[in-house]
C-alpha cells in the first residue's frame, strides 16, 4: 500500500479503527454499568442487547480496520529517526489488533449466549471461572494488552521522532491507555475522544498534510465566518 491510493486508504483505515475503537468500549460501559461480575454482566447484556452486539461488531471492526493499516505504517517507517520504534510498535500494535479480535469474540459472544439461552447463575459463574485457565485466553489477553499499551506507545514516539506527528498525538495516545483501563462512562468518552485525538494526526500524515494546517485553516475559516 505504499501508493497514494494505498495511503489514502491506510489513512482512512486508522480512522474508521480508531472510532470504531473507542465507541465499542464506550457501548461496553454503557451496557454494562457497574456490573462486575459475571452474572452481573449477564443481566446487564440481557437487558441491553442490541448496544452490546453493536459494541460487540465495532469491536471486529476496529481490529480488522487497524490491522492493515498499521501493517502499512509498518512497511512505511522508512530507515529515519524514529523507524525502528515505529516498526516495533506498529509490530506489536498489529499484533494486539489479532488478539483484540479474538479478544472481543471471546468476550462478547459468551455474555450474548449467556443472556439469549437464560444461563443459570451458577453455571455461569463456573464457565467463567473455568475459562480463566484456558492458555489460549490467556495468550490472547496478554497479546492484546502488549499491543495497545506497549505497542501504541513505541508507535507514537517512534512516529513524533519521525516528526510525522505533534507530540499532543502521543499524550493523547497516553490519555487514551490511561481512559480504556479505567472503569466508568466518563473515561469511557475521554477515550474515544483520545483514540481520535491520537490518530488523526497518523492519518493526515499518510495523506501528505499536517495536523496543524488544518487546525490553522480552521481557525482562519472561523474568523472569515465571524467577520
Given at each position: 500500500?505504499?501508493?497514494?491510493?494505498?495511503?489514502?486508504?491506510?489513512?482512512?483505515?486508522?480512522?474508521?479503527?480508531?472510532?470504531?475503537?473507542?465507541?465499542?468500549?464506550?457501548?461496553?460501559?454503557?451496557?454494562?454499568?457497574?456490573?462486575?461480575?459475571?452474572?452481573?454482566?449477564?443481566?446487564?447484556?440481557?437487558?441491553?442487547?442490541?448496544?452490546?452486539?453493536?459494541?460487540?461488531?465495532?469491536?471486529?471492526?476496529?481490529?480488522?480496520?487497524?490491522?492493515?493499516?498499521?501493517?502499512?505504517l509498518?512497511?512505511?517507517?522508512?530507515?529515519?529517526?524514529?523507524?525502528?520504534?515505529?516498526?516495533?510498535?506498529?509490530?506489536?500494535?498489529?499484533a494486539?489488533?489479532?488478539?483484540?479480535?479474538?479478544?472481543?469474540?471471546?468476550?462478547?459472544?459468551?455474555?450474548?449466549?449467556?443472556?439469549?439461552?437464560?444461563?443459570?447463575?451458577?453455571?455461569?459463574?463456573?464457565?467463567?471461572?473455568?475459562?480463566?485457565?484456558?492458555?489460549?485466553?490467556?495468550?490472547?489477553?496478554?497479546?492484546?494488552?502488549?499491543?495497545?499499551?506497549?505497542?501504541?506507545?513505541?508507535?507514537?514516539?517512534?512516529?513524533?521522532?519521525a516528526r510525522?506527528?505533534?507530540?499532543?498525538?502521543?499524550?493523547?495516545?497516553?490519555?487514551?491507555?490511561v481512559?480504556?483501563?479505567t472503569?466508568?462512562?466518563?473515561?469511557?468518552?475521554?477515550?474515544?475522544?483520545?483514540?481520535?485525538?491520537?490518530?488523526?494526526?497518523?492519518?493526515?500524515?499518510?495523506?501528505?498534510?499536517?495536523?496543524?494546517?488544518?487546525?490553522?485553516t480552521?481557525?482562519?475559516?472561523?474568523?472569515?465566518?465571524?467577520?
Amino acid at each position: 500500500m505504499n501508493t497514494p491510493t494505498g495511503q489514502r486508504a491506510a489513512a482512512a483505515l486508522l480512522l474508521v479503527g480508531a472510532v470504531a475503537f473507542g465507541a465499542a468500549d464506550l457501548l461496553r460501559r454503557v451496557v454494562t454499568g457497574d456490573a462486575t461480575t459475571s452474572t452481573a454482566i449477564t443481566r446487564a447484556v440481557a437487558d441491553r442487547t442490541g448496544l452490546w452486539n453493536v459494541a460487540a461488531v465495532l469491536a471486529v471492526v476496529a481490529a480488522l480496520a487497524l490491522l492493515p493499516a498499521l501493517s502499512h505504517l509498518v512497511s512505511a517507517a522508512g530507515s529515519g529517526s524514529g523507524a525502528r520504534l515505529t516498526r516495533i510498535g506498529g509490530l506489536l500494535a498489529a499484533a494486539g489488533m489479532v488478539a483484540s479480535a479474538g479478544h472481543a469474540a471471546a468476550f462478547y459472544g459468551p455474555y450474548s449466549a449467556y443472556a439469549a439461552a437464560g444461563t443459570a447463575a451458577s453455571d455461569i459463574t463456573a464457565l467463567d471461572t473455568a475459562t480463566e485457565g484456558v492458555p489460549v485466553l490467556a495468550l490472547l489477553i496478554v497479546l492484546f494488552l502488549l499491543g495497545l499499551v506497549v505497542g501504541q506507545i513505541l508507535l507514537f514516539i517512534g512516529l513524533r521522532r519521525a516528526r510525522r506527528v505533534p507530540v499532543w498525538a502521543v499524550i493523547a495516545v497516553v490519555v487514551e491507555i490511561v481512559a480504556g483501563s479505567t472503569g466508568g462512562i466518563v473515561p469511557g468518552v475521554v477515550g474515544l475522544v483520545a483514540w481520535v485525538a491520537a490518530y488523526l494526526p497518523v492519518a493526515l500524515a499518510l495523506r501528505g498534510s499536517r495536523a496543524s494546517d488544518h487546525l490553522a485553516t480552521a481557525a482562519i475559516a472561523l474568523k472569515t465566518s465571524r467577520a
